[in-house]
T-cell receptor
Framework: DAKTTQPPSMDCAEGRAANLPCNHS???????VYWYRQIHSQGPQYIIH???NNETNEMASLIITEDRKSSTLILPHATLRDTAVYYC????????????FGSGTRLSIRP | DAEITQSPRHKITETGRQVTLACHQT?????MFWYRQDLGHGLRLIHY???????NKGEVSDGYSVSRSNTEDLPLTLESAASSQTSVYFC??????????FGNGTRLTVT
């Protein structure tokens, strides 16, 4: 499985868009990019995933570069409840896929 | 609704004792995973299973074992608990490329 690199911490003003980058330069053609977040000490929560096209759901948007070596998670209107650690992972499209987490990005939202 | 539950939520044990943490999912997922998370760090993969009778070692498997006798359960056993195994343990399940579903965690303290 490809590894990912994320900045250890970021902050964003409440109401603004939060843009969280992720580098996955060794991603292979059959690997998807997934984003999760962990609020305080709860179990991680799925946010969004994609292969090569940009994706949007009710929580966030995912922008994947054309060469697929990096991606950006966008929280369009950040709120205090979005304060969490955000994890970017890559995994194969198969049932037999080991899932490894990196250190993530700690996002702080300022009032 | 389908869910994944972990028990106990909190456990205190003594060094050298055998401890088993339970994980039960009703998603009917083939893939199940155990992670540990130490204070201020990301998740590290301990063991994982792709189906009944299948188990695999993860990044930090020493001192831990799992067994998969049915689809719903993947108990994690610490053969002889050590203080270095004090941590929060998360169980997760998935199928194919579906997102991981996490339990709420078990906080284990080894004294």
């Amino acid at each position: 499985d490809a590894k990912t690199t994320q900045p250890p911490s970021m902050d964003c003003a409440e109401g603004r868009a939060a843009n969280l980058p992720c580098n996955h330069s060794t991603i292979s053609g059959n690997e998807y990019v997934y984003w999760y977040r962990q609020i305080h000490s709860q179990g991680p929560q799925y946010i969004i995933h994609g292969l090569k096209n940009n994706e949007t759901n009710e929580m966030a948007s995912l922008i994947i570069t054309e060469d697929r070596k990096s991606s950006t998670l966008i929280l369009p209107h950040a709120t205090l409840r979005d304060t969490a650690v955000y994890y970017c992972i890559v995994r194969e499209y198969s049932s037999a896929s080991k899932i490894i987490f990196g250190s993530g990005t700690r996002l702080s939202i300022r009032p | 609704d389908a869910e994944i539950t972990q028990s106990p939520r909190h456990k205190i044990t003594e060094t050298g004792r055998q401890v088993t943490l339970a994980c039960h999912q009703t998603w009917n997922h083939n893939n199940m995973f155990w992670y540990r998370q130490d204070l201020g760090h990301g998740l590290r993969l301990i063991h994982y299973s792709y189906g009944v009778q299948d188990t695999n070692k993860g990044e930090v498997s020493d001192g831990y074992s799992v067994s998969r006798s049915n689809t719903e359960d993947l108990p994690l056993t610490l053969e002889s608990a050590a203080s270095s195994q004090t941590s929060v343990y998360f169980c997760a399940s998935s199928d194919g490329n579906s997102p991981l579903h996490f339990g709420n965690g078990t906080r284990l303290t080894v004294t």
